[in-house]
């Protein structure tokens, strides 16, 4: 243990000399059989087996590196992770030494400069800095909590109402099932799903599906269309996983969280990954009951998501009334009238409540109250760096 303590903290603060030896060998996706071989040796051999369930394959072995929470592979094109791999355990999710307020997103020092993520990418980009590792997990230390705060290794630009939502709905099973089986493994990661659009092709008349996301800053960070989430445990000597995959987009209506499952082949199909180590015939959501409930600060991200998603000025006022009459807007959740100002612009109009409801008070000076909260709150000390 204290030998993957120590390695593991040399890969958070980046001594590429470490990591080098450590992964030299592995950074190739397209590996000779007796190099893979030889490389699958070291990672079983390595503090990486400590985030993936014993004797299984990694994924991929592009970019990999170990981090004091995590393993992840990290994509140099996109900037983001093709996945990450976390062991969730009671004694783990037990530990609060970590401090969510006293940690920031950073760009890694062992990353090569041109290929890093930077916060000044994601800011006003309309996209938050979503976790993959969810930082609500890793608490034991502030260094695993720093750790998923890291911007190539565990961060993917995520839609703001999904992320605070369903992707929320999807951790806070894993963390449950920890609390019943004493400790899961779960895999994250980004996709790229193409779908039909007959508008946009590359060619005339193309029946050909596309592929159509943003790219964020000058630091070119893809943006995901879809996320997925693993879940693998034993119990009573039987392995058990479910896979999730959440649309990355507001998600107007609460689902049940069974209607995002997929098996583990369809999403070897389009990750190109080998999720062999996470597959079982047995499903995690036939041992337990996988659905949970929205709770009210999931219901806020999901209005935040309806006014995120209007249109014009009548849908617009549709979605500011309903928040209102939730009790969202003057609350404590600011970005919602932040989305209400950006939307506003978007549209525009001069961001003022009487603006918004010229002949409706009571909905003008909840407007009035909430702007007045969002313009109270200080510049983030990582917005821009």
Known sequence: MAIYTNISRIGLVGSGAVLGLLLGSIRSPDLPGDEKKRSQQIVQESP???????????????????????TCSINYRTRVPNWVAEHLTRSLLDQKNGDRKIASFKSEDDIPDVFRARNKDYWDSGWSRGHLAAAGSHRATQ??????FLLNS????????????DWNRVE???????????????????????EQHSSVSQRPFSKNKVLIYEVLGEGMVHVP?????????????VTYSVAFVVPNKPIMEEKPLDSYQRSLEELERVTGLDLSGFKSSHS???LVQCNRKENRRMRGWRLYGFIDDTRNLEELRSAVRTAIDEGFVDGDNFLIPKVIIDRMIDLKLSPEPQVL??????????VERG?????????????IS
Not at 143 to 148: H, L, P
Not at 225 to 237: E, M, P, W
């Open 225 to 237: 269309t879809h996320l997925f989430k693993i879940l693998f445990l034993r119990h009573a000597a």
């Open 48 to 70: 990486f087996s400590a985030h993936y369930p014993p004797d299984a394959k990694l994924p991929s072995y592009e970019n990999v590196f170990v981090r004091e929470a995590y």
């Open 143 to 148: 260094e695993a909590q720093n750790s998923t």
């Open 284 to 286: 995690v959501c036939a």
């Open 172 to 194: 806070v099973l894993a963390r449950d099932l920890v609390k019943e089986f004493d400790d899961v493994f779960v895999l994250s990661g980004p996709l790229w799903i193409p």
């Open 154 to 165: 565990n961060i993917v630009p995520q839609d703001m109402s999904m992320n605070g939502c």
């Open 357 to 366: 409801f010229p002949n409706e008070e009571r909905y003008s000076a909840a």
């Open 371 to 383: 702007f007045q909260n969002f313009r109270k709150r200080p510049l983030p000390s990582d917005a």
